[in-house]
């Protein structure tokens, strides 16, 4: 059989780089070396490579596809093989200038489940492949299950760490489900990142085994980490029914949305938690595996250093996104300050997207409610507009398309909020937001004390206390 060969460099450096590479046969089968480690997760087949590759191919026409995260422009082309072998030169443009402009990537939240076998030769080459600058996985309990990236220790993993890559390992601590309600998150997930040791429990409840109480609460484990130095980010959308009452007694530091990517595109309960005056920026991972595009931008300055992104992601200097770059401003504000205003005064937000794939919609959303939209069908472009700042709360901005990217995901980006202060009136919005979270602290109450699972009346007290503290904080806004 015919054979190609190929050299992946970045155009700017002429460095090998690491890639995905895909190449489609004659009969439209996925080929790639025998030792070749595939791609997870949905969409395209791919194989990782070093920066060199070497197949062989049946002779005919295949399709070559090369990809490196999400800031270089895909390579793509067709060959026809016959009797002698192909070599490839295959050189990767950026479509944009996020480095220089201070912006890094990261995945704040991954794991390997109990059946990757190559845990270390996958994780050398996320980071690379996916040109992430910070990548996270973290330890995981849920039941007996041995999970690969639990062989990895809290902190640092300088075996796959340099200058450009920080790699570290984490802590996801969770307590799940009511049993009578199984697909119920219970109190929710918890990302803790930057710890040096691991906080005990893991998990508690149902994750362990039927007779393991639901205690601590997680409000606890932010507690621990934030002792520690860590940075707390809340999982999966605001899921959890203690995610309102942390949130409100200001310990988490942002939370991650669109994680993993079978969960809605939605922002419900984050918008809630804005409207209600709680300050949280935007991050993302992409959970089981790198299986979607998925990422979080900090900024900071051009050389990039891992303590500088964790300040700017608990700053609010962030957007997310699976592809395209989102640059936002409010009066010059970016996100994550706050902008001091006077009723009526118009407020001049100015978006600015660049991507390798076209755009469709930009909404410009302000305390819960789109108050501006512009659909577009470009890979570049800005978007400004003047609203009036009739109340206090928060501005962001988000980006929306029906293109596709490899992983077969829709495109998309949202900002972190500007927050706006000044005008001496609480979002339209706050009372609908409390009321929302009132009643459902209130709905937990009632299954921590009938049905929640402790060694004692005083573990139960604690926990509707908990409940209580983080309610009042709600229904003071109501009044």
């Known amino acids: ?56 191919v049946p002779r005919g026409y295949s399709q070559i596809l090369v990809e490196r995260g999400t800031e270089f422009t895909p390579w793509r082309k067709t060959v026809e093989a016959g009797s002698g072998n192909i070599a490839l030169d295959v050189s990767l443009e950026r479509w944009g200038d996020l480095p220089e402009r201070g912006w890094h990537p990261g995945n704040t939240h991954i794991h390997y489940d109990e059946k990757e076998t190559e845990p270390d ?14 990548t996270a996985v973290s330890v995981l309990k849920r039941w007996d299950l041995n999970y690969a990236t639990n062989k990895y220790p809290p902190g640092v993993l300088t075996q796959f760490t340099d200058t450009h890559h920080f790699v570290q390992s984490g802590e996801e ?6 049993p009578d309600r199984p697909f119920v998150i219970g109190y929710g997930h918890v990302m803790l990142l930057n710890i040096r040791n691991i906080v005990e429990p893991i998990s508690r409840g149902l994750l362990i085994d039927p007779f393991t109480p639901d205690y601590p609460p997680l409000s606890y484990v932010c507690d621990d980490a934030t002792a520690q130095g860590g940075i707390v980010i809340w999982c999966h959308n605001g899921q959890g029914t203690e995610a309102p009452i942390a949130a409100a007694l200001g310990k988490v530091h942002a939370i991650n949305l669109f994680d993993p990517y079978w969960n809605d595109i939605e922002y419900d309960l984050w918008y809630h938690m804005l409207n209600c005056g709680i300050k949280m920026p935007a991050s993302t991972g992409s959970d089981w595996f790198v299986s979607s595009a998925n990422r979080v931008y900090a900024q900071g300055t051009q050389d990039f250093s891992y303590e500088e992104w964790l300040a700017a992601v608990r700053a609010g200097r962030t957007f997310i996104t699976n592809g395209p770059a989102l640059y936002v401003t409010v009066d010059d504000a970016a996100p994550g300050d706050t902008v001091n205003v006077k009723v009526g005064k118009p407020l001049h937000v100015s978006a600015a997207w660049q991507s390798h794939y076209r755009v469709q919609r930009v909404e410009v ?19 400004r507009v003047d609203v009036p700042a009739n109340h206090d709360g928060w501005i962001a901005v988000r980006l929306a398309s029906g293109q596709r990217d490899s992983f077969n995901q829709p495109i998309w980006a949202h900002s972190s909020p500007i927050y706006i202060t ?6 339209a919005s706050q009372k609908d937001s409390a009321r929302y979270f009132v009643d459902r602290i209130d709905e937990s109450i009632t299954w921590v004390r009938k049905k929640g699972k402790f060694y004692n009346d005083g573990q139960r007290k604690e926990i509707v206390d908990l409940h209580k503290a983080g309610q009042d904080i709600y229904k003071k806004l109501l009044k």
């Open 1 to 56: 059989m015919p054979k190609i060969t190929g050299e992946i460099r970045d155009a700017a450096t002429g460095d090998l780089v690491q890639a995905r590479v895909q190449v489609i046969g004659p009969t439209g089968d996925p080929f790639g070396p025998g030792d070749a480690m595939w791609k997870r997760g949905p969409g395209e087949p791919f194989f990782y490579s070093d920066g060199q590759f070497s197949l062989e």
């Open 173 to 178: 601590s969770r307590h799940n489900h009511d």
């Open 365 to 383: 959303v302000m305390n819960g409610e789109v108050v501006a939209r512009k659909d577009v069908n470009a890979a570049s472009g800005e978007f």
């Open 422 to 427: 000044g005008t001496g009136h609480a979002p």
């Open 121 to 134: 030769r996958r994780l050398a080459y996320d980071s690379r492949v996916e040109n992430l600058r910070m």
